[in-house]
């Protein structure tokens, strides 16, 4: 995509355009500004859409962004400042008062019910009803498949939430927003967890609406989406608007200049060898557990100070190969040879993983990482209390609370304490609180699935530099994302999966994007 030379100032949503206070603005934001204890999550902060356009709101985790968005559906509703629908003021007092206004959204924490089927998690609230209150299931079921179908999802309306991967379930998410046939869409990082098929699918969905005059607010880290899709961008950096541009008048560079306020540098770690003695050998892994996608005879080497990407498409086994080496699965599914430095077989469970060196950042942090109700500090701990407890096991509090505030300001912890709820941060920075959880652990191997999914690009930065730090102190690391050029910047060596079995194997010199696409996609045996 062409794209011109940038905007010369920094410009305010009334600024932009006389066309945003005229009719064909549906929405205006004035002077928002909103507080919570110990931090203002957002200072006068304006923005407006037009009809029939997709809008892409960006910044840092912790910008401010979600916080505007909530506001905008109507689960915080009490601000400072005024909104405009249509040029008439309203004050929505409920997420169910946004439906009634046309405002819908698709947050980034999945607001879904496991215990629940698919069509009921997208008819949930607004269930459809015969005669005498009788629910219309038949109807709900129908009306899900074909939402599904219209997002090229192939899920069966009747499954439960919880039977479902993390990418199934944005796509449930999504189609139950496309359901409520909203005036304004909301989608905040709607594509973090879908492949790059169900991406492209989503996007022509999105521009179907937006000819349709359907008005689109899209929050995303990724810069390609954004150039791809946007009409206008508004960025926000510490609570505060920062500009809001034509997207054809931005380029990449100034747009992460807003977004940080500083300049990044090179985001790629120095080269390693990666050539040390094996850490960990596999040999013959395999896992057949009813539900779950299985492994089929897997064998490869993780040397000592190495970075090991595993590759693959949404369903390739990815996530289920780091959870069998974590211990996830019962043994009776299992059948492996693994050594793990001088220890022969796998583990039994994750605790006993954790014990002998073993840390494992999942992807979904909400589900499987944090304890939301708890703070900073109790999460950032849990795998390591053990080494501050002293005599009798009490926990040394004081080396504990030093510990936790000085891995917090090496990951730029944004938080108002180390004693703050973790369910009141971003959700970039309840990641790098999975992060410090096992970065105070210590541990030899470090598995990582996406671990920047849904985080900044500031914050990728940081990450990157991070896994460079610990490999040079001698922590080695497995990557799984499904960001290609996250895999080629960080990777010694690339491993690709593909339903199950590996299917390609890089070094850092013959990996390209194209070459992993293609094992990615090869329906063949194992490679040797």
Known sequence: MSMQQPVNAVTSPAQTDSAAESSDSILQMRAITKAFPGVTALSDVSFDLRRGEIHCL????G???????KILSGIYTEYEGEMLLDGKAVRLQSVRDAWNHGISMIHQELNLVPELTVY????LGRELQGLFGVRRNRDMIDESRRLLQELGADIDSQTPIRRLRVGE???VEIAKA???RSHILIMDEPTSALSAAEVDHLFSVMRKLRESGVSIIYISH??????ALADRITVLRDGRHIVTAPASELTRTQLIHHMVGRDLGDMQRRSSSGSGEPLLKVRHLSLNRPGVIPLKDISFDVHKGEVLGIAGLMGAGRTELLETLFGVHPSKYVVNEIVFKDRVGGFRSPAEAIKHGLGYVTEDRKAKSLLLGFSVRFNATLASLHSFAGLLSVVNRRAENEAVRRTVEQLDIRTPSIETRVANLSGGNQQKVVLAKFLLAKPDLLLLDEPTRGIDVGAKAQIYELVSQLVERGTTCIVVSSEMPELLAVCDRILVLCEGRLTGEFSRAEATQEAILEAAMRFESPVN
Do not use: H, P
């Open 58 to 61: 960006m910044g840092e985790n």
């Open 63 to 69: 910008a401010g962004k979600s916080t505007l968005m």
């Open 120 to 123: 009921e998690n997208i008819y």
């Open 169 to 171: 379930r944005q796509l």
């Open 178 to 180: 496309l359901g409520l």
């Open 222 to 227: 990724r810069m390609d989406e954004v150039f």
